[in-house]
T-cell receptor, first 114, second 114 residues
C-alpha cells in the first residue's frame, strides 16, 4: 500500500543534542510537510517542500531545518533541541495543492527532550 | 483573517447515540473543507472532504458532513456512535485567498460512553 512512513516512532534526545527525524513516501506526491503537534493542540505547520522549492513558515524557529534530497524522502533537523521542542512531529504529503489539498499523514514521531 | 472554529473542545456521547461535531469557517474565497480523525499516538487520517459539487459528503466509518454556505458550517455527524469512534477530530480548510494552505481548527475530542 502507498503510504507515508516516519522513523523512528519515538525519539529521545538530550537538551542541545542535534536530532534528525525522517519521513519517506511511496505516493509520489509533489508536496511534503512537517508539522509540530503538542498535546491537545492542532498541528502547527513548520515548513513544506513543493518539489524542491522550500517554504518556511514565518514563525518557525531557526533551530528547525529541513532537507528533501529526492521526491521520496524528507528530513527534519533540530539543531539544538530545547525542552519546549518536545512534541509529536508529523510528516504529511499532498499532490499538487491545486488538485484539492487533502493531505496524507504519517504516524508521527514523538520526540522527548531530557 | 481566514479561520476554522470548532465548537466544543470535548464532546461526550453514549454508544449508539448521534454524534455531532461542529465546525464553522471564515474565508473570503470558497473553501475546501476536510475532517480528519486522529487516534492516540497516530497521524491524522482523512474522514471526508468537500471541494465542489454535492454539499452532503459521506466519508469513512459512517461519518458524513454537510457544507452549508449560508451558515458557513461543515458539521460532522454519525447516526450511531461506536466505542471505536473515540478520538480527536480536526476540521480544516485548505484554500486560502491567493493560494493553498491548510488551516486547522483546534480539534474536538470525542468520548464515547458504554
Amino acid at each position: 500500500d502507498a503510504m507515508v512512513i516516519q522513523n523512528p516512532r519515538y525519539q529521545v534526545t538530550q537538551f542541545g543534542k542535534p536530532v534528525t527525524l525522517s519521513c519517506s513516501q511511496t505516493l509520489n506526491h509533489n508536496v511534503m510537510y512537517w508539522y509540530q503537534q503538542k498535546s491537545s493542540q492542532a498541528p502547527k505547520l513548520l515548513f513544506h517542500y513543493y518539489d524542491k522549492d522550500f517554504n518556511n513558515e514565518a514563525d518557525t524557529p531557526d533551530n528547525f531545518q529541513s532537507r528533501r534530497p529526492n521526491t521520496s524522502f524528507c528530513f527534519l533537523d533540530i539543531r539544538s533541541p530545547g525542552l519546549g521542542d518536545a512534541a509529536m512531529y508529523l510528516c504529511a504529503t499532498s499532490r499538487d495543492p491545486l488538485a484539492g489539498g487533502e493531505q496524507y499523514f504519517g504516524p508521527g514521531t514523538r520526540l522527548t527532550v531530557t | 483573517a481566514q479561520s476554522v472554529t470548532q465548537l466544543g473542545s470535548h464532546v461526550s456521547v453514549s454508544e449508539g447515540a448521534l454524534v455531532l461535531l461542529r465546525c464553522n469557517y471564515s474565508s473570503s474565497v470558497p473553501p475546501y473543507l476536510f475532517w480528519y480523525v486522529q487516534y492516540p499516538n497516530q497521524g491524522l487520517q482523512l474522514l471526508l472532504k468537500y471541494t465542489t459539487g454535492a454539499t452532503l459528503v459521506k466519508g469513512i466509518n459512517g461519518f458524513e458532513a454537510e457544507f452549508k454556505k449560508s451558515e458557513t458550517s461543515f458539521h460532522l455527524t454519525k447516526p450511531s456512535a461506536h466505542m471505536s469512534d473515540a478520538a480527536e477530530y480536526f476540521c480544516a480548510d485548505s484554500k486560502v485567498a491567493g493560494g493553498f494552505k491548510t488551516i486547522f481548527g483546534a480539534g474536538t475530542r470525542l468520548f464515547v460512553k458504554a
